[in-house]
């Protein structure tokens, strides 16, 4: 079901190459979503096989809602590898919580 | 007057001690000859009298400390600390030149006596440490004597309250300073300075006081340090060291509170930052002139110095200007600014500082060269074409120049007037510079627009002084076609890719494409890549004149909205003055963010 | 002073036998060999070694109660003090017993109790909150363009954290021990010192004293910090109320946020200085008066005392730093109290460095106050 | 760029069976949502990519919003197939507005 994960990562693990060696709790969304689905995601499940093509649209839909973060955190952290070391707010980075949107 | 060279006193005292036994003994240093010091316990207004005060009392005439009586176990037990074994009795004493019988201690902070009472009686001698018998246990205050005053005893050394504790052992004393002054131990036991001392020449005194314990059998030596602190009081002029004049010449630097010129007065006193008035400095204008003291001001602050180890005091004295000077003002003066030592008793506590202020007007007028600039005819709206400005514009400060295009020609035919819709000119924010670029990219395409030339005016905004230079634009390349006109213009910030940025019509482009850097190095940093309307301009880490008329010109230089991915900002928080991997920019935010293709292309590559 | 010559982090720690003298440690096979004799001692090495397979070793070495306790058994077995001779047949068997046991000690390089702590804040709901808040207050960092740091939201900011969060997060931002300039410069910089602390100018002491004391919080809580860190020249201990080291720290930490804020001068690991933002220049006859109210900070050994002491035990993040300051749930919970005390009044079972920690004997430290330095 | 979509269509092509031959307008959510990404979705992208196999996790999660109805409405239609014939209410089956999420 989609819901929190957590994982302790070091800053400079994220991908986003700032060099903070400050580990941090990454909290990310993950897991299915298929129980929120409404009517809508089941007509779009039918176009994307049938009803599109039938009318010439070649639009690409989604079928069931997505395990997205709802709100989000951020890290404050310190990077003391420039000189002078500096704080570095790195904004809605993290999932405060998450839901089928 | 007369003053207590201690700033408190510490001592114990213990049940069973007689009434009668001294406890401790107060020093009172003289101000002159003539004063007699009255020793008192006083009571602080704020404060009631404490139950324990009548336990206590001082001859009026030698400052020593008696028990008023002799002190039981049921007095310890009535005073209200928890402590079992030693509980704190706090008195104040204070020393006058004249007799009083109101006792009230006077308002300068009286001086504090805090006994031990401990509830044992006294020990004996075999239980005694030698030290016990030398010096007071917890003494941690160090005498501070006021230079150029009289001799005089400032501390007991022996322990009054030991006098009779060891009868057969003789106690004598001795002392050694560092660096070497005018001490001495009488034959009370007490030490003395025997000269008057100068702060200036020495601030601190650090004395060895040695303790000989003679008993029948042995000779105990035993030494501990004090230091003698020497305070300061105004006994110095003050005086210039090297030129009591400045020259001065305010020419474009003509802002308010702009400061010119530094003149030092030094003085070998030393002055507080705050407190009672000592070494207090004022300063007055000797000249007349309303508009001096409308126009000047001094800037007055002083530091501390050590020459030599001793502390004194450097005044700084800068001219201020207390208003912009207007660019046509044009005058020389010679400032004379009394500097007066207040507090300093001699007559020579003044010192003179002159400022010889020369104003020079400021002449707005163009470099006499002719200024050329070429502009693509394919170049978009707001292409930088280049600047332009009066001469000095770089020093100017406390006034500005506007700058306006005119056309030179003003009978020239509709066409041709439509041509010089072409180009435009905006002031720097600091409105010194004056930047020239495309307005009206259309004009430019007009093959009938060719070589266009301009009137720049540059008028000095209070006094209306104008000045003007034709400018020539050169426009070159051919006019961009039909089908390639119709192309939208968009920011050029949005493209990701080289291919996709160099086919794009930019905003701001100076050949009407834009152009792409590609960064090389790896991480966050400043030499990113992005797609500009002009690498020479954009970015650079500065939101032109140019670049802030529309926020899709160089988002790189000017966005205030969020930037997604590593990055580090601009220094004013706008722009983005790093970036990992490649930076595009949409309306509402920015991506620093390594592109798919060239990270799987990097990642051959760059292992 | 006794000079703690164990140090679980640095590899200076082995200490060369003398010429004849009985090498004082165990060939790694021969102790291993000596642990699986012992039932207790091999059971908990079998469960030392599940724990260092995997990917995931330092997080389980950190977190999981099952590897704690299996390393504070074996850091006491001859498997701890065990070496390995070279170029004996024997070497590579003996070498993976030896850097299995001392994981930690191949990354004392790396070795930062304040980078520890800031992971350990980061990773609490509501240090990490709390932290984010004020360093964004005080930071210019947030990209508000125009605004600078307000010093008073700042110290109010500062105030929240150390009253809000728990004493075993903030204290060790504060008071990490630390043996690398990075490692000091990062603790320098827990009260983003640029807004907190430093100023264009330094006022005088006595003046910054005097506004402190119109200031009723202020002036408490300096009233405090002398009460509990004051130490007073020929005392036996280094602190006041019976060597009580964490009461010191608690009132020097409730001093940060306020006109007094104290922190260190620069991030010198060694011999490092803390310091309110003030000079005694300008004193003029209250100079020495001046020089005793900035040594209560600068010279102050019961502030020193801790971080000396957490100093010599240095990180060994496996086991003594994590170990001591989180509450044991197992045994008699001890909070993070006072280092001192806490090394005598914690039970832990069996650790022979604590017996070694008891009978240090605090040299009296006390000085007159001297003549100050002419400079 | 994500936005609603609309398309003429009956209700029995719909998918759901429903025999009305009502026409309808259907509403529905379609386009790209990177411009909208945030720090949060680039951690993602590198976790998915490297950061999670180095930490032994196999979590699938999204690496930017997906583009979603941020409101349904319904169709109400009369089905004349049966008898008597009745109306029916289908939920939640059409975008009424769209947004990445």
């Known amino acids: 079901l989609c819901s929190v994960r957590e994982l302790e990562v070091k800053v400079n693990e994220l991908g986003l190459k700032y060099k903070s060696e400050e580990t941090v709790l990454l909290r990310y969304c993950s897991g299915k979503c298929d129980k929120h689905r409404e009517n809508y995601d089941m007509v779009m499940k039918h176009m994307m096989t049938v009803g599109f093509r039938e009318k010439g649209r070649k639009d690409k839909v989604s079928i069931q809602p997505c395990c997205r973060p709802t709100a989000f955190e951020h890290f404050t952290v310190l990077d003391t590898t420039v000189n002078p070391s500096r704080y570095l707010n790195i904004h809605n980075v993290s999932a405060k919580n998450c839901g089928c949107v | 007057c007369l003053y207590v060279p201690q700033k408190e006193y510490i001592e114990t005292v213990y049940v069973g001690q007689q009434a009668g036994t001294p406890i401790l003994q107060v020093h009172a240093m003289q101000d002159n000859k003539s004063e007699k010091p009255h020793f008192y316990l006083c009571r602080t207004k704020t404060t009631t009298p404490s139950h324990y005060s009548s336990w206590f009392y001082m001859n009026i005439n030698t400052g020593t400390l008696f028990l008023n009586k002799t002190l039981e176990e049921s007095d310890f037990a009535q005073l209200y600390q928890r402590s079992p074994s030693v509980r704190k009795l706090f008195l104040y004493t204070m020393v006058r030149s004249e007799f009083t019988d109101k006792p009230l201690c006077l308002i300068r902070k009286p001086v504090p006596i805090i006994l031990d009472f401990v509830n044992a009686t006294l020990p004996q001698c075999a239980q005694t440490d030698t030290k016990e018998l030398c010096f007071p246990h917890r003494d941690t205050s160090n005498p501070h004597i006021m230079e150029n005053r009289f001799p005089g005893a400032l501390r007991q050394l022996q322990r009054l309250s030991r006098l009779n504790v060891c009868p057969n052992y003789t106690i004598s004393y001795s002392v050694e300073s560092d660096p070497p002054g005018p001490f001495a ?131 700084n004295y800068q001219l201020v200007l207390k208003r912009n000077l ?29 400022f010889n202020v020369t104003i020079l007007p400021v002449q707005i007028h163009f470099p006499n060269v002719t200024h050329i600039f070429t502009v693509s005819r394919r170049a978009s709206a707001y292409a930088q074409v280049g600047k332009i400005c009066v001469e000095n514009c770089q020093q100017f400060d406390g006034f500005s120049v506007i700058y306006r295009l005119e056309v030179p020609d003003k009978n020239m035919s509709a066409d041709s007037q439509a041509c010089y819709t072409a180009i435009s000119i905006t002031q720097s924010p600091n409105r010194k510079w004056g930047h020239l670029y495309v307005n009206d990219s259309e004009a430019l395409c007009k093959p009938e627009c060719q070589d266009l030339q301009y009137l720049v005016v540059a008028q000095e905004g209070k006094e209306q002084l104008e000045a003007s230079t034709q400018i020539h634009i050169k426009i070159d390349g051919t006019a961009i076609r039909a089908g390639q006109k119709s192309q939208q213009v968009l920011s050029c910030a949005e493209n990701r890719q080289r291919a996709d940025c160099e086919s794009t019509r930019g905003l701001g482009a100076t050949t009407g494409r834009c152009q792409w850097r590609q960064g090389t190095e790896k991480g966050i940093t400043e030499n990113y890549s992005t797609c500009s309307p002009d690498l020479q301009t954009c970015p650079d880490s500065v939101c032109d004149a140019v670049e802030s008329k529309d926020p899709s010109i160089c988002p790189q230089d000017c966005t205030k909205e969020p930037v997604i991915g590593g990055h580090e900002r601009g220094l004013s928080g706008n722009g983005i003055k790093a970036c990992y991997g490649t930076c595009y920019c949409f309306t509402e935010r920015c991506f620093c963010e390594k592109d798919d293709i060239e990270q799987t292309l990097c990642d051959e590559m760059c292992k | 002073m006794i000079t703690l010559a164990f140090s679980v982090c640095s590899p200076k720690r082995i200490i060369k036998p003398g ?45 999981n109660r099952e590897c704690q306790a299996a390393l504070e058994v074996l850091l006491v077995s001859p498997l701890y003090n065990c070496r390995c001779k070279r170029s004996l047949k024997t070497e590579q068997q003996c070498l993976q017993i030896y850097w299995s046991i001392n994981m930690g000690r191949n990354e004392e390089r790396d070795c930062n109790p304040c980078l520890d702590a800031a992971k350990a804040c980061n990773l609490n709901g509501s240090c990490k909150r709390q932290r984010a808040s004020y360093i964004n207050i005080c930071s210019k960092a947030d990209f508000k363009p125009g605004e600078t740091c307000s010093r008073k939201r700042c110290h109010k900011a500062l ?217």
Not at chain 2, 343 to 349: A, K, S
């Open chain 2, 185 to 315: 131990v009488n034959d009370n036991k007490e030490l003395v300075v025997n000269a008057q001392l100068d702060r200036e020449e020495n601030e601190c005194y650090r004395l060895l006081l040695v303790c000989n314990v003679q008993s029948e059998t042995t000779i105990i030596k035993v030494e501990t340090t004090l230091n003698v602190f020497v305070d300061d009081e105004d006994d110095n002029a003050p005086y210039v060291n090297g030129t009591d004049s400045a020259d001065i010449v305010i020419s474009y630097n003509r802002t308010k509170g702009g400061t010119f010129g530094t003149l030092y007065v030094f003085d070998r006193d030393i002055t507080p930052v705050s407190g009672n008035n000592h070494n207090k400095y004022l300063g007055t204008w000797l000249n007349t002139d309303p508009w001096i003291k409308e126009t000047f001001d001094i800037k007055n602050s002083f530091t501390e110095k050590k020459a030599k180890g001793i502390r004194e005091t450097v005044h």
């Open chain 2, 326 to 354: 207007h660019v046509t003002e044009n005058r020389t003066l010679q400032l004379d600014y009394l500097v007066n030592d207040t507090i300093y008793p001699g007559l020579e506590g003044t010192v003179l500082l002159h």
């Open chain 3, 19 to 63: 010429p004849g003298a009985q090498p004082e440690w165990v060939n790694c096979i021969e102790a291993s060999e000596m642990c699986n004799q012992d039932p207790q001692c091999s059971s908990w090495y079998r469960v030392m070694r599940q724990c260092l397979v995997g990917k995931e070793k330092d997080a389980m070495l950190d977190n």
């Open chain 3, 159 to 375: 105030k929240a954290f150390i009253d809000r969060v728990p004493s075993e997060f903030t204290h060790r931002l504060l008071f990490c021990p630390c043996q690398t300039t990075g490692c000091a410069e990062r603790r320098r910089q827990t009260i983003v010192p640029d807004c907190s602390y430093k100023d264009k100018e330094k006022p005088n002491c006595l003046e910054l004293r005097k506004v402190c004391h119109q200031d009723p919080l202020c002036r408490s809580r300096l009233a405090d910090y002398k009460e509990n860190c004051g130490m007073t020249p020929h005392a036996a201990s280094t602190c006041p109320n019976q060597d009580n080291h964490q009461a010191c720290l608690a009132s020097f930490a409730r001093l940060v946020g306020t006109d007094v804020t104290p922190n260190y001068v620069d991030s010198s690991f060694s011999n490092w200085t803390i310091s309110p933002w003030c000079t005694c220049k300008g004193s003029g006859n209250q100079e020495e008066e001046c020089q005793n109210f900035l040594r209560y900070f600068t010279n102050n050994a019961c502030l020193s005392k801790p971080s000396q002491l957490m100093n010599s035990l240095k990180c060994h993040k496996h086991a003594m730093w994590n170990f001591l300051l989180q509450p044991r749930k197992s045994s008699k919970s001890c909070e993070l109290q006072s280092y001192a005390t806490l090394m005598v009044s914690c039970q832990i079972p069996v650790f022979s460095v604590i017996e070694l920690f008891s009978e240090i004997t605090v040299a009296v430290m006390f000085f007159k106050c001297g003549c100050w330095r002419h400079d």
